[in-house]
């Protein structure tokens, strides 16, 4: 597509439920990143992605969260047993290939954990 | 590791006047430095990039920023502020080379005053 396209763009949920965000990064990109950004700080970042391989995890804050880029395009950032802490802007990015750093965002997705 | 610190989490200038903004790095390999910014209710978008060569890089809508080494810095600058300029300005770091993921900093949000 034209743009890293995410969706939902908002998702209110209960404490405990699982939550699913996916993002569509721009076609042809091989990187792709997850970030979280509460607000008023900046984006933290969370997985990043080469083709389908989960290159770096180690921003995941526990292991309710997980990602997955099964084809090396659309990605899900899956939260279970969703907790308030939780919520926060989710952001996808892509990137033509990592050694850029040049990251191209989606407009987020905006999770609210009640 | 990698990391940025951005000095003053809010900036206020005058329409016309000058603007600077501040961001000092810390990298265990030589850096690439981004400014990104971010418009309300919007995703971030590159302003420029720092990898190698030219220290002083110009980027969108005016704004230059200058590589230094020596004093660990990467600071954002624009001649005369205009009111379309009020954002979040974000500025992050990533290693050379390889899959690198880029860290940003907390932000700055700046104010134009007219």
């Known amino acids: 597509g034209a743009g890293v396209s995410q969706s939902p763009r908002y998702k209110v949920t209960k404490r405990g439920q699982d939550v699913a965000l996916r993002c569509d990064p721009i076609s042809g990109h091989v990187s792709l990143y997850w970030y979280r950004q509460a607000l008023g700080q900046g984006p933290e970042f969370l997985t990043y992605?080469?083709?389908?391989?989960?290159?770096?995890k180690s921003g995941l804050p526990n292991d309710r969260f997980s990602a997955e880029r099964p084809e090396g395009s659309i990605s899900t950032l899956t939260i279970q047993r969703t907790e308030q802490r939780d919520s926060a802007m989710y952001r996808c990015?892509?990137?033509?290939?990592?050694?850029?750093?040049?990251?191209?965002f989606g407009e987020g997705s905006r999770l609210t954990v009640l | 590791a990698q990391s940025v610190t951005q000095l003053g989490s809010h900036v206020s200038v005058s329409e016309g006047a000058l603007v600077l903004l501040r961001c000092n790095y810390s990298?265990?390999?030589?850096?690439?430095l981004f400014w990104y910014v971010q418009y309300p209710n919007q995703g971030l978008q590159l302003l420029l990039k720092?990898?190698?060569?030219?220290?002083l890089v110009k980027g969108i809508n005016g704004f230059e920023a200058e590589f230094k080494k020596s004093e660990t810095s990467f600071h954002l600058t624009k001649p005369s502020a205009h009111m379309s300029d009020a954002a979040e300005y974000f500025c992050a770091v990533s290693g050379i080379g390889g899959y690198q993921k880029v860290t940003f900093g907390t932000g700055t949000k700046l104010q134009v005053i007219p």
């Open positions: 720092y990898t190698t060569g030219a220290t």
């Open positions: 990015a892509s990137s033509l290939s990592a050694s850029t750093g040049e990251l191209f």
């Open positions: 992605f080469n083709y389908e391989a989960q290159q770096d």
């Open positions: 990298s265990s390999v030589p850096p690439y």
